[in-house]
């Protein structure tokens, strides 16, 4: 049975699942520990821990840090890391709490920072061997093609953007004040630079002839198409006594097939004059 107590913890029967009452204003520091050795491996920080540690799980595979790597070699052993909850701290506490238990911890820990903010690593160090071991590197053409095919004819829906702008946001509520500054301040880095002409012709030979990525590419019929779809407004065909004849995707449509000068249409359009080809045209609401 859950029991909740005054400082509102829940007690599971097994010690290492110890959560924490669900409340808006409070979040939990966890361990991950070894159970080869019950040695605390990893501190982190999450609102719901159970669902943080199956994503270290899924993540992994990847073996992209220090952690990953270690929780992937306890899975080909087919062993689990141990979830512990250490505190259940309020919101505003949680970056002070967490680089608090790291130096407590520090001495065992796969942590690449010192606890607090959102940058995946601070250590100048670490960073400078990254850059390193990626200077130079260059992706395979197989793989350039599974990522162009994979992305190839995908839209994104309105509610899938409405949904990445929650997420977002309710990621960005939870950033520290100095976390906020910086990410303001990459916005502003470039605001009123400008290339210098040496630069520009740098650039410009970097991206002419063969060395501009899209030399030698054609369009194909599905990309004109969607461009076509995104840039061109619908376009509404009336007679000179404003009786409506005919709803057009693009004024470059109406033009074509009705044999009347584009430009026309677009004056009639923006009111520069009243008809067109002897119609009428008004953009569709």
Not at 109 to 134: A, V, Y
Not at 228 to 236: C, H, R, T
Request: hydrophobic letters at 30%.
């Amino acid at each position: 049975m859950l029991q909740r107590t005054e400082r509102h913890i829940i007690t599971n029967s097994k010690p290492h699942e110890q959560l924490c009452f669900n409340a808006a204003s409070l979040t939990y520091i966890y361990a991950l520990i070894s159970p080869i050795n019950n040695k605390i491996r990893y501190i982190g920080k999450a609102d719901n821990p159970k669902v943080r540690y199956n994503k270290h799980l899924s993540e992994c595979i990847k073996r992209r840090t220090y952690k990953e790597c270690w929780i992937y070699g306890l899975l080909e052993m087919g062993i689990k890391p141990i979830l512990k909850i250490i505190e259940c701290i309020p919101m505003e506490k949680w970056e002070e709490r967490e680089t608090y238990w790291i130096k407590y911890y520090k001495t065992t820990l796969t942590n690449i920072q010192d606890g607090g903010g959102f940058s995946p690593m601070k250590n100048i160090e670490t960073i400078e061997k990254m850059r390193k071991s990626l200077t130079g590197k260059i992706m395979p053409n197989e793989v350039k093609m599974k990522i162009s095919n994979s992305l190839k004819g995908r839209i994104i829906t309105k509610e899938h953007k409405n949904k990445m702008s929650q997420s977002w946001q309710s990621r960005k509520n939870n950033y520290s004040k100095n976390d906020l500054e910086r990410l303001e301040n990459f916005k502003k880095v470039n605001i009123g630079r400008k290339h210098s002409e040496k630069t520009k012709k740098i650039k410009s030979k970097q991206n002419s002839g063969s060395g501009n990525p899209n030399y030698g590419k054609k369009c194909t019929d599905y990309c004109k198409q969607r461009t076509i779809e995104i840039n061109s407004k619908k376009v509404k065909q009336y007679d000179k006594k404003e009786n409506f004849i005919h709803l057009w995707d693009s004024s470059i449509e109406a033009s074509c097939t009705l044999n009347i000068n584009k430009g026309s249409i677009c004056n009639c359009l923006n009111n520069r004059t009243n008809t067109a080809g002897g119609f009428i045209w008004k953009f569709a609401a």
